[in-house]
T-cell receptor, first 119, second 114 residues
Framework: GAGVSQTPSNKVTEKGKYVELRCDPISGHTALYWYRQSLGQGPEFLIYFQGTGAADDSGLPNDRFFAVRPEGSVSTLKIQRTERGDSAVYLC?????????????????FGPGTRLTVL | AQKITQTQPGMFVQEKEAVTLDCTYDTSDQSYGLFWYKQPSSGEMIFLIYQGSYDEQNATEGRYSLNFQKARKSANLVISASQLGDSAMYFCAMRPSGTYKYIFGTGTRLKVLA
């Protein structure tokens, strides 16, 4: 079946502009996650959705970052007034049935990412 | 603080040999999940293997096995019979109790030599 897809694969923008990054999770996966990966680093958590609601947005760096998942499937990460420091690869992941107690259904499956470059 | 440490920034292994990639973690939780991902140059994070903190046996998935030593808080990945296609970045991750987010290490770049 289809994996997680993300569009665009690359986005170049100018400082101060607004960008939207899209994620389409694996069909049937209720949970969706956004991560940011800077060069030479592991991914850093941004936000987690269970269904339509943001269950944990503790990783969003500031109020310029916002994400939505209005119908519980596709999600959009929105960045306002972009800064050069926002340049990174933005990864989306989905999982089937995460439980606080853990288990193999926790496993997050990642998309190919969107490489954002802010000039 | 909860943390994943991967002390090997780069590793080389000869094709067909086995290699161990180190991962230690720091948590006071009793319940947590440990994961390994492979990230080729294409950028996609590929799930390899999962180990639950209460699993008594080490996880295995094909050529991948996880050497889980709970008392030492280590979760090393063992790749047997290395192949050229195994050349990639490898990330260890932990999902702490009470949260759904993963904490990742800084990764190890593996190069398989022909």
């Amino acid at each position: 079946g289809a994996g997680v897809s993300q569009t665009p694969s690359n986005k170049v923008t100018e400082k101060g502009k607004y960008v939207e990054l899209r994620c389409d999770p694996i069909s049937g996966h209720t949970a969706l996650y956004w991560y940011r990966q800077s060069l030479g680093q592991g991914p850093e958590f941004l936000i987690y959705f269970q269904g339509t609601g943001a269950a944990d947005d503790s990783g969003l760096p500031n109020d310029r970052f916002f994400a939505v998942r209005p119908e519980g499937s596709v999600s959009t990460l929105k960045i306002q007034r972009t800064e050069r420091g926002d340049s990174a690869v933005y990864l989306c992941a989905s999982s089937l049935n995460p439980r606080l107690a853990g288990g193999s259904t926790d496993t997050q499956y990642f998309g190919p990412g969107t490489r954002l470059t802010v000039l | 603080a909860q943390k994943i440490t991967q002390t090997q920034p780069g590793m080389f292994v000869q094709e067909k040999e086995a290699v161990t990639l180190d991962c230690t973690y720091d948590t006071s939780d009793q319940s947590y999940g440990l994961f390994w991902y492979k990230q080729p140059s294409s950028g996609e994070m590929i799930f390899l293997i999962y180990q639950g903190s209460y699993d008594e046996q080490n996880a295995t998935e094909g050529r991948y096995s996880l050497n889980f030593q709970k008392a030492r808080k280590s979760a090393n990945l063992v790749i047997s019979a290395s192949q050229l296609g195994d050349s990639a970045m490898y990330f260890c991750a932990m999902r702490p109790s009470g949260t759904y987010k993963y904490i990742f290490g800084t990764g190890t770049r593996l190069k398989v030599l022909a």
